[in-house]
């Protein structure tokens, strides 16, 4: 299923190791709030020291204006690593240029240096040639470990790997291995869970989904444009009035797979102490909205899921923010957590939703990628890992 080469069908000792990792991580006041990211990258980051490489690592982080800012830095990052590893890691502020030349000249084997913001430039994002080889030239080989960025061609992704022998880390290997597997040769049934506020994001998703899933449950703000599309009214509710069309048409489509809530918690005001009442679905009187799905939904979903082979779950079933409208999203993430499915959650929030149900230790595999988990689903070719070596 993987055909990629990897750090481990290469030689690495006395090389230096330019590796892509996806240290986009909320920094506040300067310290790190999540490290789900640095863990993930570390088997890679110890294999190449154990292994006697020199470490240069880069990542982007944050959606600085091609420029530097420190609001944006990877230093606070660089200093959350020396607590988790046992050698010398140093922090450069520039990702090209002769200052970050002349810190990986002087990188020994069994050391780890970290580049500033790739983002900084304007370049990484264009997927600049003359930044991809001022990437490679710091370095021997070349290791992509960041799955979240695997969906971009920037000059860190794509555009390195052209001018340098380049392999996955561990966490890619791991993430497509997973992925690729649900969607090219999944365990039977296979149960596709899709929530969020937004159709319009996951249409590709759906469409692919109907093909390859055996039933794909909807929850979330989206469901609303489903409901709406069906001629209910929605109140104040969260409506994509510019893909109605393509609802009706994924409705059409996925008879028999496509299942939708029966009931939904509504609310009159975007609040958690807003007065709420559950009902079952049709029009939803003006001045209320839906925030969650309803009691009978999650028993409905939770039986098609106890039933599953695989499952795979993108985006919350409601506003799981407020702890009133959580319900649906923490009691599907217990469905799936005690199935005895392979199980693959992805996106930032159902991810949250699984951290702080604590059942993350239950689940087969959390994605580290939103937008790359999605673009797997949909079934599209992910730049940053086509431009990998193949395996002979």
């Known amino acids: 299923m993987f055909n990629k080469k990897s750090i481990t069908d290469i030689d690495v000792k006395n090389k230096k190791a330019l590796v892509r990792v996806d240290f986009n991580v909320p920094i506040k006041d300067g310290v790190v709030q999540d490290d789900t990211r640095i863990v993930a990258s570390l088997?890679?980051?110890?294999?190449?020291?154990?292994?006697?490489?020199?470490?240069?690592?880069?990542?982007?982080?944050?959606?600085?204006?091609?420029?530097?800012?420190?609001?944006?830095?990877?230093?606070?990052?660089?200093?959350?690593?020396?607590?988790?590893?046992?050698?010398?890691?140093?922090?450069?502020?520039?990702?090209?240029?002769?200052?970050?030349?002349?810190?990986?000249?002087?990188?020994?084997?069994?050391?780890?240096?970290?580049?500033?913001?790739?983002r900084f430039y304007k370049g990484e994002s264009k997927n600049d040639l003359d930044m991809a080889k001022k990437f490679a030239a710091l370095a021997d080989l070349y290791v992509n470990d960041a799955f979240g960025s695997a969906h971009r061609a920037h000059a860190s992704t794509e555009g390195v790997a052209r001018y340098l022998p380049a392999v996955a880390g561990f966490l890619m290997e791991k993430e497509i291995?997973?992925?690729?597997?649900?969607?090219?040769?999944?365990?039977?049934?296979?149960?596709?869970?899709?929530?969020?506020?937004?159709?319009?994001?996951?249409?590709?998703?759906?469409?692919?989904?109907?093909?390859?899933?055996?039933?794909?449950?909807?929850?979330?703000?989206?469901?609303?444009?489903?409901?709406?599309?069906?001629?209910?009214?929605?109140?104040?509710?969260?409506?994509?009035?510019?893909?109605?069309?393509?609802?009706?048409?994924?409705?059409?489509?996925?008879?028999?797979?496509?299942?939708?809530?029966?009931?939904?918690?509504?609310?009159?005001?975007?609040?958690?102490?807003?007065?709420?009442?559950?009902?079952?679905?049709?029009?939803?009187?003006?001045?209320?909205?839906?925030?969650?799905?309803?009691?009978?939904?999650i028993k409905n979903y939770s039986k098609v899921i106890a039933k599953a082979g695989t499952?795979?779950?993108?985006?919350?079933?409601?506003?799981?923010?407020?702890?009133?409208?959580?319900?649906?999203?923490?009691?599907?993430?217990?469905?799936?957590a005690e199935s005895k499915a392979i199980s693959i959650v992805g996106g930032g929030d159902s991810v949250a939703a699984v951290n702080q149900s604590g059942l993350a230790e239950k689940i087969t595999h959390i994605s580290t990628g939103g937008g790359a988990s999605l673009e797997m689903l949909e079934g599209k070719e992910l730049p940053g890992l086509a431009a990998l070596m193949d395996k002979e």
């Open 177 to 297: 291995r997973y992925l690729g597997q649900a969607i090219a040769d999944p365990k039977r049934p296979f149960v596709a869970i899709l929530g969020g506020a937004k159709v319009s994001d996951k249409i590709g998703v759906i469409e692919n989904l109907l093909q390859k899933a055996d039933s794909v449950l909807i929850g979330g703000g989206m469901a609303n444009t489903f409901f709406k599309a069906q001629g209910y009214e929605m109140g104040d509710s969260l409506v994509e009035d510019e893909v109605l069309d393509i609802a009706r048409q994924l409705i059409a489509k996925g008879t028999g797979k496509l299942r939708l809530p029966v009931d939904v918690v509504i609310a009159n005001a975007f609040e958690n102490d807003a007065d709420r009442k559950v009902i079952s679905v049709g029009s939803i009187p003006d001045g209320w909205r839906i925030l969650d799905i309803g009691p009978e939904t």
């Open 311 to 336: 499952v795979v779950w993108n985006g919350p079933m409601g506003v799981f923010e407020m702890p009133n409208f959580a319900r649906g999203t923490f009691d599907i993430a217990k469905a799936v």
């Open 43 to 118: 088997p890679t980051i110890q294999y190449l020291l154990d292994n006697g490489s020199a470490v240069i690592l880069f990542s982007h982080l944050g959606r600085p204006k091609d420029e530097p800012d420190p609001k944006y830095s990877l230093r606070p990052v660089a200093e959350y690593l020396k607590t988790l590893v046992s050698v010398p890691v140093y922090f450069v502020d520039d990702c090209i240029g002769p200052e970050a030349e002349k810190a990986s000249q002087q990188l020994k084997p069994g050391e780890i240096l970290v580049l500033e913001n790739t």
